[in-house]
């Protein structure tokens, strides 16, 4: 008896073709199982959405083409996460075919019937070993840390674990995740910003589990991985030997039946927002996916965000009982907060890069065997190459930006095109061997340090070693590792870098962190640059002062530097007391006033074109065909403007904002204007645009 399923195939976002297609099949498939279809021309992978006996009405049987092979002994997708992932494609306005295909491992793509047979089989050969439970060593709790997993286990909203920088916020989720894993099978979905920049956490999970479970348990998921180990770690999870998925944003749509947690560290990190296909945001996915989950409590399983520095979107949230606040403001071991120290750059020596006063401090801490953090977010020597004779800049051909002046390599690069070439001798314009850097980044800074240490010595008598992590210094496999365990074995007596220096390291050494150049963030025009840039300086602080007894022994309470010609910007007031509240509430006000996210709804629609005036065009005329559509009296469309970095890789960038006090009303907007935008691209006023996108709730604007 043939069988008509409607099959999801990987349509691309704007084809307008149906979320799924129909096909004949000689047998039953149930809805989630894996299908390779014909398409076109091509054979692709396809998930069966659901099905029917009979051929569908409006198309003879022999216009319905035949399953070409299932991906036998393969358990379905379940319901969940195919509903996942149809929200997912709906709130992100991109075509399902997109998302759920783009969801799965590329390598499941690329197989035929007969390499997936291979791959299954070489998947359950792998009998993990046996496994007899060992006893676990873990640390008495806080009285902070056993409340929040009381009020965790009743928790019937979504959790923001507000717990400052070294509460002990990974043993919450250690002890969280163990009580889960305890139902039988049980998963647990654990996201991290970026896991290569922590591997402590990677670490400490796989410590404290793979004694329990057995070094099977644990796996990652990340786009570190290459294609073989993350269809692996994704089959191992979807049929449930994995009991722990570590992952990065991807990881949100990790198939894994038998969900019973998820913890998003970290919350208010911009990395869990996508920025190119889907622009989804795993943060927000991830309280979707939890609140669909059905299981013996019910509706819904336990979802913790956590972190030092909320999001504002998150404490909002908080604030209006949609989310249950969980607190542990009190440092493990009772370890002090580091000390704000502002540092007027308008009463420093001129020219100083390091002023005195910090300068000295930094030396009273290597004096004492301390260690201490510069943090500057911008990679390379200097961020310009400039001739004083003609005023020849080092811009890029391809992008309207400066190539970066890196010394180690002696370069010059763009750091959005990638174009490379050796720094020149002299002026490329008139011959003057005078060109000279503009500006300061980590490379120099690193000099720098090196040369004002020059004559410092350690407590052992040897020379102060300076270090750099940035993205140039981490590249090489292992490189990060290595300098992470310089780092922790003391060996580096101060670590310069941007902010990778400030994830959620616990470096256990640092009496003294130090933010030499932090102004350009408070006049950015975007509205969430306060948010960031508040958020990094209080996680780059608590990097300081984490093991109290070390603190204690020092007798000097730890500090947090920051070098500003604008000390009394309101930012700053606001970080001297820690309050991240107060913060959040001023953040909250200003944002109420301008009707912007969380209080308002936005969306961007990009358009990239050969010719600023081809991308402006597309949008502005879509604009203006949007008259008349549903919704229309309830969004506002506002002129299509350049983006900041206007052409990039001589494609230019332009960009539309939607407001909307409504989050469905900007939704059911979206929606209608759909069309529109894709008739529109075939104007001819907008030839020469080479693609728009969609992006709905951006973390910049
Ligand atoms: P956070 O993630 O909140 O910044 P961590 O989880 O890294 O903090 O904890 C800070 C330090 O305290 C770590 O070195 C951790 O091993 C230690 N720690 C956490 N919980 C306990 C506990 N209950 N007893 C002793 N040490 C703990
Ligand atoms: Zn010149
Ligand atoms: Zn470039």
Redesign the pocket.
């Known amino acids: 008896m043939p069988y008509w399923p409607s099959v999801i195939v990987p349509t691309p976002a704007h084809s307008g073709v149906g979320a799924a297609l129909s096909y004949r099949s000689e047998q039953t498939l149930a809805p989630g199982s894996l299908v390779r279809v014909p398409l076109g021309q091509r054979t692709v992978l396809g998930i069966v959405q659901d099905g029917a006996d009979n051929a569908p009405a409006n198309l003879s049987e022999a216009q319905t083409k035949s399953v070409h092979a299932v991906l036998a002994g393969l358990p379905p997708l379940n319901v969940e996460w195919l509903q996942l992932v149809q929200f997912a494609a709906r709130y992100y306005q991109r075509s399902l075919g997109e998302v759920a295909l783009g969801a799965l491992p590329a390598a499941l793509k690329d197989l035929d019937e007969a390499q997936w047979a291979r791959r299954l089989k070489k998947h359950t050969a792998q009998k993990p070993p046996a496994h007899e439970p060992q006893t676990i060593r873990?640390?008495?709790?806080?009285a902070e840390?056993a409340q929040v997993l009381a009020d965790l286990a009743h928790a019937k909203q979504p959790v923001l674990l507000f717990?400052?920088?070294?509460?002990?916020?990974?043993?919450?989720?250690l002890r969280a995740a163990e009580s889960a894993l305890q139902t039988p099978g049980a998963q647990v979905l654990v996201m991290v910003p970026e896991i290569n920049l922590t591997p402590?956490l990677e670490a400490?999970f796989r410590e404290r589990f793979e004694p329990l479970l057995g070094p099977a348990a644990v796996v990652c998921l990340h786009s570190g991985m290459t294609p073989a180990q993350r269809l692996g770690s994704w089959l191992s999870a979807h049929m449930g030997q994995a009991r722990i998925v570590l992952g990065t944003r991807m990881a949100v749509f990790a198939s894994l039946p038998n969900l019973r947690l998820i913890v998003v560290?970290e919350e208010h990190d911009p990395s869990y927002k996508s920025q190119d296909g889907a622009r989804y945001s795993a943060r927000d996915l991830a309280i979707y996916r939890a609140q669909h989950i059905t299981n013996e409590r019910g509706l819904g399983c336990p979802v913790v965000l956590?972190s030092?520095t909320p999001s504002i979107e998150s404490w909002h949230a908080a604030e209006q009982g949609r989310y249950q606040r969980l607190h542990?403001p009190t440092?493990?071991?009772g370890g002090a907060l580091p000390q704000w120290r502002l540092l007027d750059m308008n009463h420093q020596p001129k020219g100083a890069v390091i002023a005195p006063p910090l300068l000295s401090a930094m030396q009273d801490r290597i004096a004492r065997g301390e260690q201490c953090l510069v943090l500057l977010n911008r990679r390379g020597y200097a961020p310009v190459l400039s001739c004083h004779a003609c005023d020849w800049k080092s811009s890029c051909p391809n992008c309207s930006a400066y190539r970066v002046f890196h010394k180690f390599d002696r370069t010059l690069r763009c750091h959005h095109c990638g174009f490379t070439e050796r720094v020149p001798r002299a002026c490329p314009d008139c011959g003057n061997l005078d060109i000279a850097p503009v500006g300061r980044g980590t490379e120099q800074i690193e000099e720098h340090l090196n040369a004002l240490f020059a004559d410092v010595r350690r407590p052992d008598g040897g020379p102060v070693r300076v270090a750099r992590m940035d993205a140039d210094s981490t590249r090489l496999k292992g490189s990060l590792q290595a300098q992470l365990d310089a780092l922790h074995s003391g060996e580096v007596d101060v670590l310069v870098g941007t902010q990778m220096i400030a994830k959620?390291h616990?470096f256990?050494r640092i009496g003294l962190v130090a933010s030499i150049n932090a102004d350009a963030a408070l006049f950015a025009s975007d509205y969430k640059a306060p948010e960031r840039l508040f958020a990094l300086l209080m996680q780059a602080a608590?990097r300081a002062g984490?093991?109290a007894a070390f603190a204690a022994a020092q007798g000097v309470a730890c500090e947090m530097w920051v070098q500003t010609w604008h000390p009394t910007h309101a930012v700053f007031q606001v970080l001297k007391t820690h309050d991240y509240p107060r913060f959040a509430a001023e953040q909250l006000a200003e944002r109420a006033a301008a009707g912007m996210p969380p209080l308002g709804h936005q969306a961007l629609v990009r358009a990239d074109a050969r010719t600023q005036d081809a991308a402006q065009a597309f949008l502005n005329l879509a604009a203006a065909a949007a008259d008349g559509l549903p919704h229309r009296s309830g969004v506002t469309l506002y002129p299509a403007v350049p983006l900041t970095i206007q052409r990039v890789a001589n494609v230019e960038r332009a960009q539309l904002l939607v407001e909307s006090a409504s989050r469905s009303t900007l939704q059911r907007f979206l929606h209608a204007w759909q069309s529109t935008l894709l008739h529109t691209r075939s104007a001819p006023q907008a030839k020469g645009l080479l693609r728009y996108a969609v992006d709905v709730d951006p973390v910049s604007v």
């Open positions: 873990r640390p008495e709790l806080s840390q717990g400052a920088t070294g509460s002990g916020k990974t043993e919450v989720y402590q400490r560290d956590g030092a542990m440092r493990m071991g959620g616990d256990r608590g984490r093991d």
